[in-house]
């Protein structure tokens, strides 16, 4: 018996929230295996579905939580000092406010649907300043589309559930391996970039 099996519900929502937070467990193995276990009668797949979504969003408002508190002038004058390891000038900053200002739905909506991005999108949200409702309405949005997304698939495939996180496993890694060398560059660069000596 699995531990989603002995907890149930409260044990989706809990491990769902805490792939958010930090995640040891990521939302493509807990889901499939969620929605294997409704397969096989032992919880029902709305429950299932509805337990996930909750505790991904629960554990995203923690991220937003964490953006709000930085803010976007503590960031400005964090950049001010530390630019370079942050890769951003305090110009950049503004900049990418505006930006997010605008386009900041979209980006939170997409965001929930990519692994290695889904949880950090929240903090930028949070930064802006974005309003509580609309975060929550796209983050909801892009939750409700992965979460169900994994856990019919798990439903579907029953005993072959595992297969769902081996086919995501890679591209999320990717992801992170991209952000990575992206980082490095931006850290290499930024005396070129920002016109300022870091």
Avoid: K
């Avoid at 295996?33 to 554990?59: D, I, M």
């Avoid at 391996?177 to 920002?194: D, E, I, M, Q």
Wanted: proline share 5%; glycine share 14%; charged share 15%.
């Amino acid at each position: 018996m699995t531990a989603i099996e002995r907890t149930g519900y409260l044990g989706v929502f809990l491990l769902m929230l805490i792939d958010n937070v930090f995640p040891p467990i990521p939302s493509e193995v807990i889901m499939p295996l969620a929605g294997f276990a409704a397969a096989r009668g032992q919880l029902c797949l709305v429950g299932v579905f509805l337990a996930g979504t909750a505790g991904s969003l629960s554990g995203a408002l923690v991220w937003y939580g964490v953006g709000r508190w930085l803010g976007h002038e503590r960031l400005r004058h964090f950049a001010a000092r530390h630019g370079r390891w942050l890769t951003l000038s305090p110009a950049e900053v503004d900049r990418a406010g505006a930006w997010f200002a605008r386009r900041g739905g979209v980006t939170v909506l997409l965001g929930r649907v990519v692994p290695g991005v889904r949880s950090l999108i929240s903090v930028p949200a949070g930064v802006a300043g974005m309003p509580l409702t609309p975060f929550l309405a796209y983050s909801a949005l892009g939750t409700i589309v992965w979460t169900g997304l994994l856990t019919a698939a798990g439903y579907g495939l029953g005993e072959n559930y595992r297969s769902v996180s081996r086919l995501i496993e890679p591209f999320g890694n990717g992801v992170l391996v991209l952000a990575l060398v992206l980082y490095l560059y931006r850290v290499a660069t930024y005396g070129r970039r920002s016109g300022v000596r870091g």
